[in-house]
């Protein structure tokens, strides 16, 4: 009997789960298991394009600023918010955005900077809780926060 040379063909994942390669996004109905989380109801994952370490001049801080604003604008389209919850997130939003003007200003202040975005941190961790994402972005805000005195001087 001679031994047979084809391939065997990969067996097709199981419903509703996805191999993912990137950046590629998915929605699942039900809980997923990921490694050792069960997810039950959705879930955001933010900051997952973030790259605030390596930061060190002003455009690098606004275009971390800008993904950090594009985020928080996708995390306020989350139907799990409560209406406080998107209320915050709206004024967060707006120091965000009078952050990307003072930066844009010829001679930016630093500790304005470093004030706003420490208490858009602040807001995001209230809001907290039970949408883990506020909590990350709140830590992407408060590490811009820093990095300001460092980028802008001060």
């Given at each position: 009997?001679?031994?047979?040379?084809?391939?065997?063909?990969?067996?097709?994942?199981?419903?509703?789960?996805?191999?993912?390669?990137?950046?590629?996004?998915?929605?699942?109905?039900?809980?997923?298991?990921?490694?050792?989380?069960?997810?039950?109801g959705?879930?955001?994952?933010?900051?997952?394009?973030?790259?605030?370490?390596?930061?060190?001049?002003?455009?690098?801080?606004?275009?971390?600023?800008?993904?950090?604003?594009?985020?928080?604008?996708?995390?306020?389209?989350?139907?799990?918010?409560?209406?406080?919850?998107?209320?915050?997130?709206e004024?967060?939003?707006?120091?965000?955005?009078?952050?990307?003007?003072?930066?844009?200003?010829?001679?930016?202040?630093?500790?304005?900077?470093?004030?706003?975005?420490?208490?858009?941190?602040?807001?995001?961790?209230?809001?907290?809780?039970?949408?883990?994402?506020?909590?990350?972005?709140?830590?992407?805000?408060?590490?811009?926060?820093?990095?300001?005195?460092?980028?802008?001087?001060g």
């Open positions: 009997m001679a031994a047979s040379n084809k391939k065997k063909s990969p067996q097709p994942a199981p419903k509703n789960q996805v191999i993912l390669k990137d950046n590629a996004k998915i929605n699942a109905k039900g809980n997923v298991i990921m490694g050792d989380q069960i997810i039950h959705n879930q955001y994952n933010a900051g997952g394009n973030l790259n605030i370490a390596n930061v060190s001049t002003p455009r690098e801080f606004i275009e971390q600023l800008q993904q950090v604003q594009s985020e928080i604008a996708m995390l306020k389209q989350s139907p799990e918010l409560s209406a406080s919850q998107a209320r915050r997130i004024a967060v939003e707006g120091d965000v955005v009078e952050v990307i003007q003072e930066v844009q200003k010829p001679k930016p202040l630093p500790a304005r900077i470093n004030e706003t975005l420490g208490e858009a941190q602040e807001t995001m961790n209230k809001i907290g809780g039970s949408v883990k994402s506020a909590v990350e972005l709140g830590a992407a805000l408060g590490a811009l926060a820093e990095l300001a005195i460092k980028v802008f001087g």
